[in-house]
């Protein structure tokens, strides 16, 4: 009898624990992976452990009572308050009116972007004169945080959407310009050399080239730049917008309803995250061959 | 096809105060038309820098390089040069990458399709015109690399070392492939090696070079080449008495070199 108990309460905590052994247990030393590339392995099971325990934390400190709802609102009101506002608008506007007019600003900023600095970088990399030209106004203008210059983007170009289009578009500029200034720099000297020794014309190597085995730093400086887009988004609606994702989280802030401003953080998280999603997707299918020869 | 090396002579600029680097020193040299020049010699005796000239990605400091009359200015179609490694693009296919030199020179894609498929069967690559090129094997890799370089029908084929990244089996068959190559081609070839026996068995004549300066010290006619396209076979030939007394010979002369430095 005791001996059965024994033996479940065993099962019991080795199945309650598998989760923490699975993490810490010595691995099989299969070949290539004691001694193998430092970082491998699977990480969706720890990542789903990691945002379950935040959220029942964020949920024990409401319920408990712990912290006061205006500085930390529950989770389920968060909820209650997307389905609100999704039902009845904020400020006039449908939720997603402000979602379709914040995703048009940061789009619009991100493809001009990309339609300006891709060429322009990877003309930077190819060209000494380009790069002397462009390289002084990226890089000083670069590192200074958009808050700074938003006051003259709005004395220069009015408070319309141009300045707030313009706003995000400097910030997702720079990163992808030098993203593909850097790319230039992939192909290897015997690709251009075959290319060269066929006869290839400038140009030809440029399009056959340079700019394919370019292709994954340009992805990669896309990615950074869309998240730089989102992360301005805010700031470019902080100033005469009366839509927009930013714009409800800065007025719901000014009225202290907390759980609106948490609501629309979690709202551009997850448009940023599904379209970091979709560039990922992107890039797998143009450059399958990335970091493979 | 003739190609003259003039008095060629090349010096790379010292760079952070160092003093310059002479890395070919006059050097002289003739290759016409069937002939297969092996070039071997410690590392740092310009042997690459020496088929870069011949290709055009290099000016020479003096002197010059004069095929079929006039003077090499730059790369061109005429030459085709097979890399060891890292020439390949892993965004074309394999029937993509072979076709490439014909694509960059504007032809059809049925008149591609036709020389493509004619070397894809030369070099036993029929069934992977669709794969992508980084899931081949080295061996197979090298393969396009020299399909590619034939496509063009060049005059005269540089081969930088393209068999140095393989391993020692395959290496064996790919020099096989080659002359094999060679002979039904009638091209001439220009080839690089680190390896004394692939030098001896491939060449009909070698030169062995000398670093600092870069210069050639040393010539020999071969006869191994056309014994194994007469039918001997590889090892034989490599085991011969011929073959091991000049071999011995080529390597005392590197590593004297090697030890100087």
Known sequence: MSNTSNENEQKIQSASNSLLSKLTRERPTLPGETYGVPGSGNTVLLSLTTIAILLFFWWLITAMGWVKPLFVPSPQSIVVKFLNIWRDGFTGS??????????G????????????????????????????????????????PPLAYLPLMIIWFGIGETSKVLLIFLSVFAPVALGARAGVRSAAIEQIHAAYSFGATRWQVLR?????????????????????????????????????????VLTASQFLQTS???????????????????????????????GKM | MSLNVENAT???????????????????????DGDFVVSIGASGCGKSTLLNLIAGFLAPTEGQIILDGSAVEGPGADRSVVFQK??????????????????????TKEARNTVAGRFIKLLGLSGFEN??????????????????????????????EPLGALDALTREKAQELILQLWHDTGKSVFFITHSVEEAL?????????????????????????????????????????EFIEIREEVLAIIFADEEAV
């Open chain 2, 10 to 32: 090349v010096i790379y600029p010292g760079t952070d105060g160092r003093p310059p680097t002479e890395a070919l020193q006059q050097i002289n040299m003739t290759l016409d």
């Open chain 1, 208 to 248: 056959h080239v340079i700019l394919p085995s370019a292709m994954p730093e340009i992805l990669t400086a896309m990615r950074i730049g869309i998240g730089f887009g989102w992360t301005t988004l805010v700031a470019a609606e902080m100033v005469a917008a009366t839509k927009g994702i930013g714009y409800m």
């Open chain 2, 86 to 107: 890292h020439a390949l693009l892993p965004w074309l296919n394999v029937l993509e990458n072979i076709e490439f030199g014909l694509m960059l020179q504007g032809h």
């Open chain 2, 131 to 160: 794969s992508p090129v980084y899931a081949l094997s080295g061996g197979m890799q090298q393969r396009v690399g020299i399909a590619r370089a034939l496509t063009c029908d060049p005059k005269l084929l540089l081969m930088d």
């Open chain 2, 201 to 241: 068995f491939m060449g009909t004549r070698l030169i062995v070079m000398s670093p600092r300066p870069g210069r050639i010290t040393h010539e020999f006619d071969l006869p191994f080449s056309r014994k194994f396209l007469d039918g001997t076979s590889a090892r034989s030939v490599k085991a011969s008495p």
């Open chain 1, 260 to 290: 609106v401003v948490i609501m629309g953080i979690v709202v551009i998280a997850g448009i940023a995250y599904l379209f970091d999603l979709l560039m990922r997707m992107i890039e797998r299918k143009v450059v399958p061959w990335k």
């Open chain 1, 105 to 144: 600003r940061v789009f619009s900023a991100f493809l001009l972007a990309c339609a300006i600095g891709i060429p322009l970088g990877l003309a930077m990399g190819m060209s000494p004169l380009i790069r002397g030209i462009f390289d002084p106004p990226i890089e000083f203008y670069r590192p200074i």
């Open chain 1, 94 to 103: 449908a939720l997603w009116v402000h979602i379709l007019i914040s995703a």
